[in-house]
């Protein structure tokens, strides 16, 4: 099925964005993240001009993420006040990711910034899984009550707020930041954060686990609403099109996803999304070592 | 009929011998629209003496089919500790968006070297109007990487048996055009080539456009970006919504 893109300028063959769709919305659905991470990466992979994969990309994350923050908000498993001061930090962020984007793009490195962030990031995050789940796995893992629930610097920090879906009485600050450093990231990379915000949330603010998930849906469905008014008014890439195709997939999936999430085991989830991670961080490791297919790349003036 | 007559044979006397070319094109709008796959141009026409009769003699024909230009700033990807990372740059003035040239005997045995360069027959003689760079070798090595780059993304071919004549009156060449394709007035030139000169030329346009709703989207994606973000959101969270009260009732 050929279906012309009006913005990326050419034509796919529809099914394949919706099945592209769909596994990342299966994703979505077990694992409770975007899934921009792979979406970004396939389509720049299949041929979509890398802007037009990551502005449409973000997008799609907003659908995705909607109907879990309708299932988690049905039984209060987000924590508004602290999602709306990290929503602030993340539109903040979206506008400096913006320029970044735009400084990076007329000097011309955006695309191997893009690929080491991937690649460190998800290097990081993947790794971290991993070893969590291991040790989740073996019955090692029952630090819990031995860990301190967030960082010094966090109670350091000035203007305490109570956030009492998270169990919380530590300063805006805080989020604020971590909202601002997500949204640079979802800019820069068309992801909705939420590989990066969980474990932000977990291990840095220290919330309770019941609103992690949530909360973090809540933000990235914002976030990532900025982000696509953003590139239709900076880099006007968003198309609407390949977006239609990839949610078709990307909600359906989505729920597949959380029905197959009920009845696996989370470690075992967790350590495949590990595993997927880790292989996306590798492979864009490789590409940035490789020599690249194409030594010379048209930047329009 | 005598008016006719005397200007032909007012031609004639002048010396007027070159043949007259008249160049069509089989399709003068390509409209770009939903499950658009790119389309197959042809160029055709007939070569005919001023006498109205066929042109006799042996000739050569070159068609050449150009898109719109754009300035472009190509860069060029080099090893910085171990990481290929863009280094180098060279701004092009004029690069055609596609360009695509036929003829009916390989170039090099219709015309010189320079004749190719003033026509740019071929694509080695694509004139981009480079800027910046000044070092010759360097700029040969960029404009190389640019017609590599573009060729295999089938935006630049070139087709030296791509021209056929027969009777050695009409000719017919196809060209196709992939579904990348920039949007804009395209150019079809077409030369009559005899003893290494061009002897005739003329020269047929081809709009290429988007059409319905991919015009849409596109117009509206540049001219009311925020309702278009707008929009775009809309159908994320009406699709997202929709979903899960669908299978909610499931």
């Keep these: 099925m050929d279906v012309y893109l009006p913005i990326a300028n050419l034509s796919v063959n529809g099914l394949w964005i919706v099945a592209l769709g769909a596994l990342t919305g299966i994703l979505s659905g077990l694992f409770g993240v975007g899934g921009g991470f792979l979406t970004t990466p396939l389509l720049i992979f299949y041929g979509i001009p890398p802007t037009v994969a990551a502005a449409s990309a973000s997008t799609q994350v907003t659908g995705a993420s909607v109907t879990g923050v309708l299932a988690h908000g049905g039984r209060g498993g987000v924590d508004y006040r602290m999602g709306m001061v990290m929503v602030a930090g993340g539109i903040v ?209 | 009929m005598r008016a006719v007559l005397l200007i032909l044979f007012a031609f004639a006397l002048m010396g007027q011998r070159d043949p007259i070319l008249v160049p069509e094109v089989s399709q003068h709008e390509v409209r770009v629209r939903q499950g658009f796959t790119g389309t197959e141009l042809l160029l055709f026409g007939a070569v005919l003496d001023p006498l109205g009769r066929a042109a006799g003699s042996d000739y050569d024909i070159v068609v050449v089919l150009k898109g719109p230009s754009e300035p472009v700033r190509l860069r060029e990807k080099e090893r910085f500790v171990g990481v290929w990372v863009n280094a180098a740059s060279s701004d092009f003035r004029s690069v055609p968006s596609f360009f695509a040239v036929a003829s009916s005997r390989p170039v090099s045995e219709i015309v010189d070297e320079k004749t190719a360069a003033i026509y740019e027959f071929g694509t080695d003689y694509i004139q981009l109007s480079p800027s910046g760079v000044i070092d010759p070798e360097e700029q040969a090595r960029f404009k190389a990487g640019l017609v590599d780059l573009k060729t295999r993304q089938q935006l630049y071919k070139q087709d030296f048996e791509g021209v056929q004549i027969s009777e050695q009156v009409l000719y017919q060449s196809r060209i196709s055009l992939p579904s990348s394709v920039s949007t804009g007035t395209y150019t079809a030139e077409t030369f009559a080539v005899r003893d290494g000169r061009v002897i005739a030329s003329a020269q047929a346009e081809v709009e290429v456009k988007k059409v319905g709703f991919e015009r849409l989207v596109a117009e509206y994606s540049q001219e009311w970006s925020l309702a278009y973000g707008l929009m775009a959101v809309a159908l994320a969270v009406g699709m997202g919504w929709a979903a899960g009260r669908l299978f909610a009732l499931m």
């Design chain 1, 93 to 301: 962020g979206s506008g400096f990711g913006a320029l970044l984007f735009r400084f990076l793009r007329s000097i011309g490195q955006i695309d191997v910034v893009i690929s080491a962030l991937y690649v460190i990031l998800l290097g990081t995050i993947g790794m971290l899984m991993a070893r969590e789940a291991v040790q989740t796995l073996r019955g090692t893992g029952s630090s819990q009550a031995a860990r301190r629930r967030h960082h010094p610097l966090i109670a350091s920090l000035p203007m305490r707020w109570r956030f009492y879906r998270s169990g919380l009485y530590i300063s805006p600050i805080a989020p604020l930041v971590v909202g601002v450093a997500v949204g640079v990231l979802t800019m820069l990379m068309g992801v909705g954060g939420g590989f990066i915000l969980v474990p932000a949330m977990l291990y840095i603010l220290g919330m309770s686990a019941n609103v992690v998930v949530g909360t973090s849906l809540y933000n990235i469905l914002f976030v990532t609403m900025a982000t696509t008014l953003m590139h239709s008014l900076t880099t006007k890439a968003v198309d609407i099109v390949l977006v239609f195709l990839l949610l078709v997939g990307s909600v359906t999936g989505a729920q597949i996803g959380s029905q197959i999430a009920v009845k696996a085991k989370p470690e075992i989830l967790r350590l495949i999304l590990a595993a997927i991670v880790l292989l996306v961080a590798f492979r864009m490791f490789l590409g940035l070592f490789y020599q690249p297919d194409e030594i010379y790349t048209l930047y329009p003036l």
